[in-house]
């Protein structure tokens, strides 16, 4: 099931409430791009794709709004590692062949 993300620009994350806890992906911003720092989701709702849920909103944010992208944050720099539709934003990746 898919949650609506906010984004939250004062405290610089995206938000997913959850039905008692809170998902999240902190970043920062830079000159012409943004860096992942961080996901984290409650461990009442692992393997739910709640993490896959977020990835997956960030990275289009950052492609609707033409931002390179820097995945600090393990989880993101692994998501990318599998959707190779994103390597092509991401300056920590080299786009493969699709």
Same mark, same amino acid.
């Given at each position: 099931? !898919?949650? @609506?993300?906010?984004? !939250?620009? $004062?405290?610089h994350? &995206?938000? %997913?409430?959850?039905d /008692? +806890?809170? =998902?999240? #992906?902190?970043?920062?911003?830079?000159? /012409? +791009?943004?860096? &992942? %720092?961080?996901t984290? #989701? *409650?461990?009442?709702?692992? /393997?739910? /794709?709640? =993490?896959?849920?977020? =990835?997956?909103? #960030?990275?289009?944010?950052? $492609?609707?709004?033409q931002? $390179?992208?820097? @995945?600090?944050?393990?989880?993101? $720099?692994?998501?990318? !590692?599998?959707? *190779?539709?994103y390597?092509?934003?991401? %300056?920590?990746?080299?786009?493969? =062949?699709?």
């Open positions: 099931m !898919d949650h @609506p993300v906010i984004h !939250d620009t $004062k405290r994350r &995206f938000v %997913l409430e959850l /008692g +806890g809170r =998902a999240l #992906v902190t970043y920062r911003l830079f000159e /012409g +791009g943004i860096a &992942f %720092l961080h984290e #989701v *409650p461990s009442a709702f692992e /393997g739910r /794709g709640i =993490a896959a849920q977020l =990835a997956n909103h #960030v990275l289009e944010y950052a $492609k609707e709004h931002l $390179k992208v820097k @995945p600090y944050c393990p989880y993101i $720099k692994s998501y990318i !590692d599998r959707h *190779p539709e390597q092509s934003i991401s %300056l920590f990746h080299t786009p493969t =062949a699709e």
